[in-house]
């Protein structure tokens, strides 16, 4: 099974930020589609944004705010949180996934919660 390790979640205030970082395996980052899913409690979980080479996608509530990366070096992707609104507050998820090669991974999640 492939492991995804997040890392970065935490508890900030409104206007305040946060950085998420995910690892995934080398063998997998560079053709997969990253991203960042979030599930508030009782609500189904969302694709927040995600990155295919140098392309990117953002769910309309986090654009302007939000900016997805990715670090070929480290295997890393990244979602830097901005002007984080208590609306923001989920687990967040990090997934790598191919349709091509047939895989979709999960990461265990980290809880972001903002509130003052």
């Known amino acids: 099974q492939v492991q995804l390790v997040e890392s970065g979640g935490g508890l900030a205030q409104p206007g305040g930020s946060l950085r998420l970082s995910c690892v995934a395996p080398g063998s997998i980052f560079s053709i997969s589609v990253m991203g960042w899913y979030r599930q508030a409690p009782g609500k189904e979980r969302e694709l927040v944004a995600s990155?295919?080479?140098?392309?990117?996608y953002y769910v309309d509530s986090v654009k302007g705010r939000f900016t997805i990366s990715g670090d070929d070096a480290k295997n890393t992707v990244y979602l830097q949180m901005n002007s984080l609104k208590p609306d923001d507050t989920a687990v967040y998820f990090c997934n790598s996934r191919s349709v091509t090669y047939g895989y979709d991974f999960w990461g265990q999640g980290t809880q972001v919660t903002v509130s003052s």
């Open positions: 990155i295919n080479g140098g392309a990117t």
